[in-house]
């Protein structure tokens, strides 16, 4: 039988059936007992005995996270809203990492109830070439299209403090408690328990309140940030040079875009800051 690990209680698993949707509580037999070995988010095969069941094989992961610990997370739900401003260099990073996971990015605008529909728009500027949404979880505006986007998948909520995500996990889930049913415990040590849990709103559809220190902190090599940014990926052959990383080359066709308007000139900064983040990181590295 297959189904999705929901729960670790120490060396305890929940797994999700497939077919019949229960929690079946299961062990890790042979060398998956180690921990590490079996995440939050694993598709696996298992097994039930006369005396308890047991995780027989960890199927292929897609993806995997750290703090918390998850796997197979299928989209991330960057929240922004109009108050907190935007850190929309928080959101590139988050961006720049979901494509480098295979996780699909989707911005999603909260507290639209706050604003007309062009201010709204006006705060995804510079995203088109990504799915963003429009809501007000306190309004139920929107829900109906992002419970849609979530459908069958396995869903992260991101972003900054105070943009709803906490309210948007009570307007999906219906209860006034989400907080406390997806909250994510992690201890490391000898004999320590780990607690990482994922919501389950159907059979098919599970959520996971926050992304993880994986998604907000970058780990690729500077010349390669350009490659996760669609507009300029559809100008690098316009550039004189192939290895041209559109920050100082002469000729650069990313740049002319720029100046031409085609592609957002905010968008673009954050890149040239990141990008040098990421050198000044490289640099330290090598020192």
Do not use: W
């Amino acid at each position: 039988m297959t189904g999705t690990v929901v729960k670790i209680l120490s060396f305890e698993y929940y797994v999700k059936d497939d077919i019949t949707g229960e929690a079946v509580l299961c062990r890790g037999r042979g060398r998956l007992k180690r921990d590490g070995d079996i995440l939050v988010g694993d598709k696996v095969e298992y097994a039930t005995g006369s005396k308890s069941a047991s995780i027989e094989k960890v199927l292929p992961r897609r993806n995997a996270l750290v703090r918390p610990y998850v796997a197979n997370i299928d989209s991330a739900i960057i929240v922004i809203a109009p108050v907190p401003k935007p850190d929309y260099y928080l959101v590139d990073k988050i961006i720049v990492n979901c494509y480098k996971d295979k996780i699909e990015p989707i911005i999603c605008v909260n507290k639209t109830d706050l604003l007309s529909e062009k201010e709204a728009e006006k705060l995804t500027n510079g995203y088109e070439d990504i799915k963003r949404l429009y809501v007000s979880a306190e309004k139920g505006i929107g829900l109906t299209e992002l419970l849609a986007e979530m459908r069958g998948r396995l869903t992260c909520l991101a972003g900054q403090s105070a943009v709803g995500k906490t309210s948007l996990l009570n307007a999906l889930t219906g209860s006034d408690k989400a907080i406390g049913e997806l909250s994510q415990r992690i201890e490391r040590g000898k004999n320590t328990t780990r607690h990482t849990e994922i919501y389950a709103l159907d059979n098919t559809t599970m959520l996971i309140d926050t992304c993880g220190f994986s998604l907000l902190e970058l780990d690729i090599e500077p010349q390669e940030l350009k490659l996760y940014y669609d507009e300029f990926v559809s100008q690098n052959e316009n550039c004189r040079y192939t290895s041209c990383v559109h920050v100082t080359e002469p000729e650069c066709a990313v740049k002319l875009a720029v100046e031409r308007g085609e592609i957002d000139k905010a968008r673009y900064d954050r890149y040239v800051e990141l990008y040098n983040e990421l050198k000044q990181k490289r640099s330290k590295r090598y020192e």
